[in-house]
């Protein structure tokens, strides 16, 4: 079965440096989810978007942003990078069916883990 | 088929008292579980998790209990404070990249 597909798996960028991220839903998910998971530690939401419009904002930076596209795959744009950005940036999608709430069922896609230097 | 449960919608207790959320899930196969705290209008925030190697795990005011054989978890706030007053999730993951989310529990915590 298909699954969340993120892109690129592994980033290395430098400080001060512009990062994006990309994930693919599961076909006919319509949510999806962004976390951020540093070393030895769990998931922390970022923001979710159902429908193409922001359902949920977490602790997000400001320099961050996201956005989902028409065929609703997801982009996380990373500005101004820091040491401190480094860590597994996974992307979940969901069928939506309480309307892109966090109690729909998560697939995870693989992650990808960025390295600031 | 709702694989992972909160049976109580809402929860009041006083403050400096213990708050007690529970949770039931059906799937022996999940090996992890996470709490979520949300605040209204703002996105979850992860709050503790356990493996289900361990049956308890304590960070300050919180501690997770999991109960294998009962396939229960409990999240213990003690002592409530106003401030976590939220609505709380549990979720449940078999390592295959999956979270199962509960419907949450809406704790009030009075002052």
């Known amino acids: 079965a298909a699954g969340v597909i993120q892109s690129p798996r592994h980033l290395i960028k430098e400080k001060r440096e512009t990062a994006t991220l990309k994930c693919y839903p599961i076909p006919r998910h319509d949510t999806v989810y962004w976390y951020q998971q540093g070393p030895g530690q769990d998931p922390q939401f970022l923001i979710s978007f159902y429908e193409k419009m922001q359902s949920d904002k977490g602790s997000i930076p400001d320099r961050f942003s996201a956005q989902q596209f028409s065929d609703y795959h997801s982009e996380l744009n990373m500005s101004s990078l820091e040491l401190g950005d480094s860590a597994l940036y996974f992307c979940?999608?969901?069928?939506?069916?309480?309307?892109?709430?966090?109690?729909?069922?998560?697939?995870f896609g693989p992650g990808t883990r960025l390295t600031v230097l | 088929d709702q694989q992972v449960k909160q049976n109580s919608p809402s929860l009041s207790v006083q403050e400096g008292r213990i708050s007690i959320l529970n949770c039931d899930y059906t799937n022996s196969m999940f090996d992890y579980f996470l709490w979520y705290k949300k605040y209204p209008a703002e996105g979850p925030t992860f709050l503790i998790s356990?493996?289900?190697?361990?049956d308890k795990n304590e960070d300050g005011r919180f501690t997770v209990f999991l109960n294998k054989s009962a396939k229960h978890l409990s999240l213990h706030i003690v002592p409530s404070q106003p401030g976590d007053s939220a609505v709380y999730f549990c979720?449940?993951?078999?390592?295959?990249?999956?979270?199962?989310f509960g419907t949450g529990t809406r704790l009030k915590v009075l002052a």
């Open positions: 979720a449940a993951s078999s390592g295959t990249y999956k979270y199962i």
């Open positions: 979940a999608s969901s069928q939506g069916t309480s309307g892109g709430w966090i109690t729909d069922t998560q697939y």
């Open positions: 356990i493996s289900s190697i361990k």
